[in-house]
């Protein structure tokens, strides 16, 4: 594929383009899997909110 | 499940649970389709290969006003109807907002340098796009600001709606004020002008950073909804070792 005498500028914003979407979705997969490792971690030392007992407790 | 059943966030969380990964699935077929479109289409009679850009420019520029129109929206929810997901919406969708208006920033600069023969201009459009940005690391640097969710919300809504008389200005400033920028030639009364053969690849990618933005917008609510339990689970300890 030819992209001509502008290709620097092409393959620049494409490569802005990617960088700024990996950030975000590393960015989104690194705070899930802290939050996910924080529930577990303060749910292992038994604390759990009023809901999830009353949960607990008709299922 | 009735909509208003989404305004419980354990319900949420299960829906998000579920739907996310057809919407990962959908997201991805959708770029390969639009990223394939991209590179077959037509040079442009006048821009060349340069007017590929306009694939990852546009999309970006429509999602950073879509999202600021959203978070007001968001706004309404939280300071009129008080649904208790309203400011998870708008929170987590302002990064990504950001994200993308940094995008259109920076891949209009590129565009711009070879086409009009500058990375800039303080002209209507590109000024009020660069406010669209600011106005968001301000609702950003707002929310981290307040540390009680509710009453950052309240502040962060206030200012959204205020920030929300920015989209038409962007919108309109290239018809009100003289700008390199061009005029609109997709969104417009009279339909676009743009040739079919460079319109669809434009249209595939804009579905395809739209179904993106849905995903990761659904999958940072999750997170954002995860970072509340956390919240309140770590106030319960604390409340415990007080003795209250």
Avoid at chain 2, 8 to 36: D, E, H, K, M, V
Wanted: hydrophobic share 60%; aromatic share 8%; proline share 5%.
């Amino acid at each position: 594929m030819d992209l001509g005498p502008h290709a620097a500028f092409i393959v620049t914003a494409y490569a802005v383009a990617v960088v700024i979407v990996t950030a975000l979705i590393i960015w989104v997969m690194v705070d899930h899997r802290r939050q996910q490792r924080i529930l577990a971690e303060l749910e292992a030392k038994g604390l759990t909110r009023r809901s999830d007992r009353a949960g607990e407790a008709t299922t | 499940m009735a909509l208003i059943d989404l305004a419980n966030p354990s319900r949420f969380l299960a829906l998000a649970g579920r739907i996310l990964p057809w919407l990962t699935a959908a997201t991805l077929l959708a770029f390969a389709f639009g990223l394939s479109q991209a590179v077959i289409a037509p040079d442009d009679y006048q821009q060349g290969a340069t007017a590929k850009i306009m694939f990852i420019h546009v999309p970006a520029a429509w999602l950073g006003m879509f999202i600021w129109a959203l978070m007001s929206v968001a706004a309404l929810g939280t300071l009129v109807w008080r649904h208790p997901l309203a400011d998870v919406a708008a929170k987590t969708a302002a990064p990504i907002g950001a994200a993308f208006t940094l995008q259109c920033l920076i891949t209009g600069s590129l565009w711009g340098r070879p086409m009009w023969g500058t990375y800039w201009v303080w002209d209507g459009r590109l000024t009020s796009v660069l406010v669209l940005f600011l106005m968001y690391l301000g609702v950003i640097a707002l929310w981290r600001t307040i540390e009680e969710p509710s009453r950052a919300a309240r502040a962060a809504a206030v200012l959204t709606l205020v920030g929300a008389i920015n989209l038409p200005i962007i919108k309109f400033s290239v018809d009100w004020w003289s700008t390199l920028h061009q005029p609109a030639s997709v969104l417009r009364l009279g339909g676009p002008t743009i040739h079919p053969s460079i319109l669809l690849p434009l249209i595939a990618m804009a579905i395809a950073f739209l179904l993106l933005f849905v995903t990761l917008h659904l999958a940072a609510m999750r997170n954002e909804i995860m970072r509340r339990r956390v919240r309140t689970l770590l106030m319960m300890q604390a409340d415990a070792a007080a003795g209250r």
